[in-house]
């Protein structure tokens, strides 16, 4: 295996779920009768809020580790984030015996740091602005020659993504749609995908915040625009789309919906009080989109990917 | 079938476990790596928070309310409970197509309330003292002929909840050890008489906060005490044992370990923080005694009995 440099084929996602088969778990898939009477669907509710580190960034960090060679993979792996890819890329590491050296801002909450920290990880403070953290990731892999790791515009981390719905897939049949929150677009663009190469009549949605409608605005206009403000409780999603997502997208994915702040609580606090797991704020943007829009998801089988489950127990938004 | 009038016997508990099976979840269990290596154990969680409505508290009521003949059942339900038990109640009876007559005190949370409707109870509003409350419901019950379903002290609502540590004994090879919360004593004593009739040689512990200790003073001293407080955050643990209750739990339960109101929080922030899962306070008891008590527990496999996940996120302790 080597690192992918081009769109990842049916073929490469298929040895990738192989490869990373012994960092990942194979999260299960929840259903819940309450919410399907409220939604008129059937939900199946793909739970990455159970993966190691709490969310689904494992598969493409994981993957972009085990495709690089021998040498490079024992000099490191490098990024800059203060959220779940920090510890993706952490514990990816760790798993297979070599330094992570992660970026971090100097405002970052203490326990993310710890965590990624209790990984092995070694940290490197800076600034709290893109260009601080994108010249020390710098400075660090000049130093090290580890080998920086992109949250999402990376082939691999977007096939790596890709086998959350490709167990989905093979886990329930005769799904209709697959329905993933977009942030940087590294899971919706692996769910298309996924969806094209092993289901070709599912349809894939995305869904974002009003707040952080940089890849609605840049789909509908074909450019890739950005967003405004990053005032969103769905913190996982304020990342503005890559050049290869937005590419995937604007080519695989079947529509995007968007969902006002007021709505992704009221979804998340169904999330938590009916089915009794604890999902990100980001998580619950889909399930928001399912319940605005009856006319698209009424009577139909959706897969509704969840994709973490790290909140700040003494910060939450209830 | 029947009601049980003496101690439920190992045919007893298969054909309440037979006869709930239409009106119950088989709840999963879980693991956590993480949690595992704090406690030095193989910890095995009974899920009862995924249980219908989010506690073991459907597995009693569902088989008092099955066991009674028709025209007693045609009467309806009857209960006394502003928690999980009078939810139980209502589903159960709901289920059943059957009234559901619920006393509630009127200074119930309005969630409670309003779940409890939900399931088409009819509620009845008291003071908020016991004598209120039980001569509220035994006028109506005297009004409507319905039955009254104790929530702990009531053989068939004990042979019900025995039903939780037969599938976890019937899904986990191997048990050394199973530990539940103690509070009326239904569930405990229900573990006890699993663990006797399916897994002999499996010890039953039981774990309960200081600060309502009855059970272990009770069981200490050989006589029913009650709790002198109700000050504590795992509010499904302030009632006393019963007669029936403690009768069983003299004669079969292993030990019961006591565990303050810091370690319950603690244990209860471990288990949403590393398994993403929503439980009540009460059961957090048995993990804080695991990690309280390692002589007990090291190299032991142990089935822990999550018992709810009904929580107001409006009034977290975090």
Redesign the interface.
């Known amino acids: 295996m080597q690192p992918l440099t081009s769109l990842p084929t049916r073929t490469d996602i298929e040895a990738t779920h192989l490869a990373i088969q012994p960092l990942i778990h194979r999260t299960?898939v929840l259903t819940c009768t309450a919410i399907n009477e409220m939604a008129r669907a059937e939900l199946f509710f793909k739970c990455e809020?159970?993966q190691k580190v709490?969310a689904f960034k494992m598969r493409g960090a994981s993957n972009a580790a085990v495709r690089l060679d021998e040498s490079d993979r024992k000099k490191g792996l490098a990024t800059h984030s203060s959220g779940n890819h920090a510890q993706a890329v952490a514990l990816s590491a760790k798993l297979l015996g070599v330094p992570a050296y992660i970026v971090m801002p100097e405002n970052a909450p203490a326990a993310k740091r710890a965590a990624t920290e209790g990984y092995g990880a070694r940290i490197t403070s800076c600034e709290n602005t893109l260009a601080a953290r994108e010249s020390t990731l710098q400075q660090v892999v000049a130093e090290t020659g580890a080998t920086f790791i992109h949250p999402y515009n990376d082939y691999d981390v977007i096939a790596g993504q890709a086998t959350c719905a490709k167990e989905l897939l093979e886990d329930v049949e005769g799904l209709d749609i697959l329905i993933a929150p977009v942030g940087g677009g590294g899971l919706m663009s692996g769910t298309t995908l996924s969806a094209r190469y092993f289901a070709p009549g599912v349809k894939a949605f995305g869904a974002e915040p009003e707040a952080v409608d940089d890849a609605y605005r840049s789909l509908k206009h074909g450019q890739l625009l950005s967003n405004t403000s990053i005032d969103t409780i769905a913190d996982g999603l304020r990342t503005n789309l890559g050049e290869k997502t937005f590419d995937i997208l604007q080519r695989e994915l079947d529509d995007i919906f968007l969902v006002s702040e007021a709505e992704i609580l009221e979804a998340m606090?169904l999330i938590?009080?009916r089915m009794?797991?604890?999902?990100e704020p980001s998580c619950a943007v889909p399930l928001a989109a399912i319940l605005k829009q009856p006319d698209v998801f009424r009577g139909q089988r959706v897969g509704v990917i969840l994709t973490g489950?790290n909140v700040d127990?003494?910060k939450?938004p209830?």
């Open positions: 299960p809020n159970f709490g606090r938590w009080t009794k797991i604890i999902i489950g127990l003494d939450l209830f």
